[in-house]
């Protein structure tokens, strides 16, 4: 079966005097799953390098990451020495992930959570 995902983002921004919608309003992409395996869990993600286990998902696709800790600042990335993805505090990102291998760090004085929804690609 073809186009099984689907993701939806719909981003306003308002402060001050400034405020727009970005364009176009909803942005729904469907997109095709590989296998029955997604895996939505929750990590604890150390003060070193963390590589998330990705149980039987194979090649992370889409993924949706979402910074459970209220004080530490956890760092993303594929190979374990570059981390371009940054989620303050309560942050989350979602994006296509690019690479076999999720890598993950924290900075701050304790290890945190990291809840994710890996889809297979």
């Known amino acids: 079966m073809a186009k099984e995902g689907t993701l939806s983002i719909n ?3 308002a402060k001050g005097a400034v405020s727009f919608n970005f364009r176009p309003a909803v942005i729904s ?3 095709d799953v590989a296998g029955n395996n997604p895996l939505q869990t ?3 993600i150390g003060l ?3 590589v ?5 998902v194979g090649t992370p696709g889409y993924v949706v990451l979402h910074n459970l ?27 296509r992930f690019n690479g ?7 900075v701050g004085s304790t290890s945190s959570s990291l809840e994710a929804l890996i889809l297979p690609d």
């Open 42 to 44: 929750i990590y604890s």
């Open 69 to 95: 800790d209220a004080v530490s600042t956890q760092f993303v990335g594929n190979d374990g020495v570059n981390y371009p993805t940054r989620l303050k505090p309560g942050d989350f990102a979602a994006y």
């Open 48 to 50: 070193t390098d963390t």
């Open 11 to 13: 981003l306003r921004f």
């Open 29 to 31: 992409p469907q997109f």
């Open 100 to 106: 076999a291998n999720i890598h993950a760090i924290t």
């Open 52 to 56: 998330l286990d990705l149980l039987n």
